[in-house]
T-cell receptor, first 113, second 116 residues
Framework: GQQLNQSPQSMFIQEGEDVSMNCTSSSIFNTWLWYKQEPGEGPVLLIALYKAGELTSNGRLTAQFGITRKDSFLNISASIPSDVGIYFCAGRLGAGNNRKLIWGLGTSLAVNP | GAVVSQHPSWVICKSGTSVKIECRSLDFQATTMFWYRQFPKQSLMLMATSNEGSKATYEQGVEKDKFLINHASLTLSTLTVTSAHPEDSSFYIC????????????FGEGSRLTVL
């Protein structure tokens, strides 16, 4: 099925460093969502974006809905060991009650204390 | 927030048996629920969309007779893996959308199925 281009695929950083990851698509989305998944758990919603250009923060996390509506980024500032996990972007095309999410392949983050 | 709970969190079964996984929205009503399958170190793969009171919509390549989905109430959807085989072993995750919500999905904890 259709997927988003998410990069980087993995990151290994030192505690305290900032992290940036992004997703791009050839299609226009009307919603961007960022999730974090830890091993053996379901994804947890971090940030939801609904308007082009929207910049939203959740603690040390900041995400933006690209003005072209074809991309989004997630930044994590001052990383800590508990930030470890896989981060997924997801975008929604179109409208309708059953509109599906298109998923990125994930960015695996490892933080060295 | 919104809480979605799955049960069981893990199950081991013999080949040929059927396994039922429940997905419940605990503090909201969900007219739509989604079932995903996830292989190790891969992204989520949508299997089907279920709407309360109607038949589920399956994604291409997903056998509806193999993966039975029932969404009998606004707070419960079930996935039954019928005549399970080792290749059905996977991590199954459900998600639900709040009735009033514009689009955010809330996920259950996932269910790890191992078929021997």
């Amino acid at each position: 099925g259709q997927q988003l281009n998410q990069s980087p695929q993995s990151m290994f950083i030192q505690e305290g460093e900032d992290v940036s990851m992004n997703c791009t698509s050839s299609s226009i989305f009307n919603t961007w969502l960022w999730y974090k998944q830890e091993p053996g758990e379901g994804p947890v919603l971090l940030i939801a974006l609904y308007k082009a250009g929207e910049l939203t923060s959740n603690g040390r996390l900041t995400a933006q809905f690209g003005i072209t509506r074809k991309d989004s980024f997630l930044n994590i500032s001052a990383s800590i060991p508990s930030d470890v996990g896989i981060y997924f972007c997801a975008g929604r095309l179109g409208a309708g009650n059953n509109r599906k999410l298109i998923w990125g392949l994930g960015t695996s983050l490892a933080v060295n204390p | 927030g919104a809480v979605v709970s799955q049960h069981p969190s893990w199950v081991i079964c013999k080949s040929g048996t059927s396994v039922k996984i429940e997905c419940r929205s605990l503090d909201f009503q969900a007219t739509t629920m989604f079932w995903y399958r996830q292989f190790p170190k891969q992204s989520l793969m949508l299997m089907a969309t279920s709407n309360e009171g109607s038949k589920a919509t399956y994604e291409q390549g997903v056998e509806k007779d193999k993966f039975l989905i029932n969404h009998a109430s606004l707070t419960l959807s079930t996935l039954t893996v019928t005549s399970a085989h080792p290749e059905d072993s996977s991590f199954y995750i459900c998600s639900a959308r709040k009735t009033e919500n514009t689009g955010e999905l809330f996920f259950g904890e996932g269910s790890r199925l191992t078929v021997l």
